[in-house]
């Protein structure tokens, strides 16, 4: 039930991940700049784009891998659906950054960083629920 469960979060995380990848996408100006620092760090739009698709779809991919090799340890493998959901919810907060600080409006980008932050919070969490997880069913089946 929870391996259905998490994959249809993942599921609808990818579908908003690309949702979101594309809206910022059309708003980006032909030179994205990531980060400002004295010398800034910039990419263009299409090396941005063709970075994110590779790398969206790696990570993504690795869903179908983990589920082909580890077929017999439903746990794991639903607890690596929600991983994969919450790295999708940290991307789709950076990509919000992005559009954010690329954008000619002025906002206070700094506001972004509740988003950020809580995305690596929720992933850092997530990691650790695993082998808490474990030890718990370890020291409860004594």
């Given at each position: 039930?929870?391996?259905?469960?998490?994959?249809?979060?993942?599921?609808f995380s990818v579908l908003g991940l690309l949702g979101m990848f594309f809206y910022v996408y059309a708003g980006l100006p032909e030179l994205v700049t990531l980060w400002e620092t004295p010398?800034?760090?910039?990419?263009?739009?299409?090396?941005?784009?063709?970075?994110?698709i590779?790398?969206?779809g790696l990570l993504n991919?690795?869903?179908?891998?983990?589920?082909?090799?580890?077929q017999n340890n439903a746990g794991f493998v639903a607890w690596f659906f929600g991983m994969m959901a919450t790295i999708n919810l940290f991307i789709i907060?950076?990509?919000g950054f992005i559009h954010v600080f690329n954008g000619g409006d002025r906002y206070d980008y700094t506001?972004?960083?509740?988003a950020i932050y809580g995305s690596l919070?929720?992933?850092?969490?997530?990691?650790i629920s695993w082998p808490v997880i474990k030890l718990?069913?370890?020291?409860?089946?004594?």
């Open positions: 039930m929870a391996l259905k469960i998490l994959k249809g979060v993942w599921f010398e800034p760090i910039t990419l263009s739009r299409n090396g941005l784009f063709y970075l994110l590779l790398t969206i991919a690795t869903v179908y891998l983990v589920r082909q090799l580890l907060a950076v990509l506001r972004m960083a509740p919070i929720l992933i850092s969490v997530w990691l718990s069913q370890k020291f409860s089946s004594k």
